[in-house]
C-alpha cells in the first residue's frame, strides 16, 4: 500500500491552521498513525486510528479521514510545532510511511 | 518507565555485517511486538519487519535474505543484524513496540542507533 503524502514541505507563521494530507492507494479503514519528527530524534505519536489523539499530545492537533483519504491538522502553529510529520498505514504488511512533510517557519 | 533502549553508534566497511540491540525495559517483554525502521540521512521512515516475542518474523521485501531480527525474552532484547552492507545501508535504526491487534501504531520507540558504511 502506497502512502502519498502533501505537501512535501510547508511554510507557515505561529498561529497558522496546518493541514496536512495523506493519500493511500487502497482502502485501511481506520488504520492510519501520524508522527512528528524532530531533527536527530525519534517519531513520537501523535494521532492513531486515524483520529484519536495519543494521551499527551496538545489538542491542538487533530486527525481525520477514513478508508483511502486522510488529514492531520494543527489549528494553531507554536514555535514546537517545526517539524516533519508522517503517516503510517497499519492495515497490511509490508507497513508503509509517507513521504514526510517538512513544515518550516515561514 | 517504559523505554527501549538501542545500542551505539557503528562504523562498518561495505561487505560487513552489522548487529544492532534494543532492549526493552518497563513493561511485559513477551506481550509486545518489535519493529525495526531505518532512516536514511536527510530522507524519511522505512519499514524493514517485525519480531515478535517467539522469534517469528516478516521483513519486507527489499531485506530479505539480508535481515535477520531475533528476540531474547530472558533480557527482553530484540537484535537486528545485516548482512552485505552497503554505503545505502548507512542510516538511523530504530525498534518501535507495537501491540499486536489491528491497527495499533508504534507507541514506543527507542533512541536510535547509527550505523555508517564506509571504506
Known amino acids: 500500500i502506497q502512502l502519498t503524502q502533501s505537501p512535501s514541505s510547508l511554510s507557515a507563521s505561529v498561529g497558522d491552521r496546518v493541514t496536512i494530507t495523506c493519500r493511500a492507494s487502497?482502502?485501511?479503514?481506520?488504520?492510519l498513525a501520524w508522527y512528528q519528527q524532530r531533527p536527530g530524534k525519534a517519531p513520537k505519536l501523535l494521532i492513531y486510528?486515524?483520529?484519536t489523539l495519543q494521551s499527551g499530545v496538545p489538542s491542538r492537533f487533530s486527525g481525520s479521514g477514513s478508508g483511502t483519504d486522510f488529514t492531520l491538522t494543527i489549528s494553531s502553529l507554536q514555535p514546537e510545532d517545526f517539524a516533519t510529520y508522517y503517516c503510517l498505514q497499519l492495515d497490511s504488511y509490508p507497513l508503509t510511511f509517507g513521504g514526510g512533510t517538512k513544515v518550516e517557519i515561514k | 518507565q517504559v523505554q527501549l533502549v538501542q545500542s551505539g553508534t557503528e562504523v562498518k566497511k561495505p561487505g560487513a555485517s552489522v548487529k544492532v540491540s534494543c532492549r526493552a525495559s518497563?513493561?511485559?517483554?513477551?506481550?509486545?511486538?518489535m519493529h525495526w525502521v531505518r532512516q536514511a540521512p536527510g530522507q524519511g521512515l522505512e519499514w524493514m519487519g517485525i519480531v515478535n516475542p517467539s522469534g517469528n518474523t516478516n521483513y519486507a521485501q527489499e531485506f530479505q535474505g539480508r535481515v535477520t531480527m531475533t528476540s531474547d525474552t530472558s533480557t527482553s532484547t530484540v537484535y537486528l543484524e545485516v548482512s552485505s552492507l552497503t554505503s545505502e545501508d548507512t542510516g538511523v535504526y530504530y525498534c518501535a513496540r507495537r501491540a499486536g491487534r489491528p491497527g495499533d501504531p508504534f507507541e514506543i520507540w527507542g533512541q536510535g542507533t547509527m550505523v555508517t558504511v564506509s571504506s
Open positions: 487502497q482502502g485501511i479503514s481506520n488504520y
Open positions: 518497563g513493561y511485559a517483554f513477551t506481550k509486545y511486538y
Open positions: 486510528a486515524a483520529s
